[in-house]
């Protein structure tokens, strides 16, 4: 399990164009990480999450801060995903679940719907260093984080940065 205080499990993924992308590579660029994990694309709330990001992106941006999109969904379906919905950042496939078993973030079965392991609709920051400094993670799936709550977060990392 994953929590506040503890080293972010790095990983490799794939990313919409077929290019593996790992945790480390986007740390490197000395900038906050906001993992969101989502069940899968298509979806009405995972697309409104997406979307939610999407339009706030200038400002996570302005607060140092890069989003990644995490599904298990496959990266052609991501990248149907993102074209459809003009998403603004990286979305990865963990397609073979690795990633949300090392974050606890494996969703058992989906409203009773007979789909199983999908990722929990979770949200993970993580500082420049690795660390994570901030977890939600829901267990229904149709609850959508505190986007305020995440840039209020970012804004206190920020100043203190300074």
Do not use: Q
């Amino acid at each position: 399990m994953v929590n506040v205080g503890d080293k972010a499990p790095d990983f490799e993924l794939l990313d919409t164009d077929l290019k593996k992308r790992s945790l480390s590579e986007f740390l490197a660029k000395g900038r906050y990480v906001v993992l969101a994990f989502f069940p899968g694309a298509f979806t009405s709330v995972c697309t409104k999450e997406m979307c939610t990001f999407r339009d706030k992106m200038a400002r996570l941006n302005s607060l140092d801060a890069e989003v990644i999109g995490i599904s298990v969904d496959s990266p052609f379906s991501l990248k149907a995903f993102k074209e459809a919905n003009m998403l603004n950042f990286t979305l990865l496939s963990d397609f073979n679940r690795e990633v949300i078993e090392k974050y606890n973030v494996v969703l058992p079965e989906l409203l009773n719907l007979g789909l199983k392991r999908l990722a929990k609709r979770a949200v993970f920051i993580i500082d420049p260093k690795g660390v994570v400094v901030y977890k939600w993670v829901s267990e229904d799936p149709r609850v959508e984080p505190d986007y305020g709550e995440v840039e209020k977060i970012l804004e206190k990392l920020k100043a203190r940065k300074k």
